[in-house]
Nanobody, 124 residues
Framework: QVQLVESGGGLVQAGGSLRLSCAAS????????MGWFRQAPGKEREFVAT????????GYADSVKGRFTISRDNAKNTVDLEMKSLKPGDTGVYYC?????????????????WGQGTQVTVSS
């Protein structure tokens, strides 16, 4: 089991930026892929980004490609999501998740542990 705590959410104007951070504790951080998901009010949770255990491979939802960047620091047990050119459609609760293994997954079933989420609100 790994405990995940997200931080960095807040209110930002459209076109602005935010950096979300996820601090992990518990099982060895470097042995599994990580992901970010988000959930808008009244919507299903959706995939945002994922990163391999080594940090060498990443994947993004089409809606955030070119704007968001996922990264990890296994020595510090952290994974970040840099968000640029934010749009009102990016509003939601953002969740950090740890996968079952080292492969990248774009679906919720690929992840074992989840954080409590951090709110991101983008105003127009």
């Amino acid at each position: 089991q790994v405990q995940l705590v997200e931080s960095g959410g807040g209110l930002v104007q459209a076109g602005g930026s935010l950096r979300l951070s996820c601090a992990a504790s518990g099982r060895t951080f470097s042995n599994y892929a990580m992901g970010w998901f988000r959930q808008a009010p009244g919507k299903e949770r959706e995939f945002v980004a994922t990163i391999s255990w080594s940090g060498g491979s990443t994947g993004y939802a089409d809606s955030v490609k070119g704007r968001f960047t996922i990264s990890r620091d296994n020595a510090k047990n952290t994974v970040d999501l840099e968000m640029k050119s934010l749009k009102p459609g990016d509003t939601g609760v953002y969740y950090c998740a740890a996968s079952y293994g080292s492969n990248l997954y774009r679906i919720e079933r690929g992840y074992r542990d989840w954080g409590q989420g951090t709110q991101v609100t983008v105003s127009s």
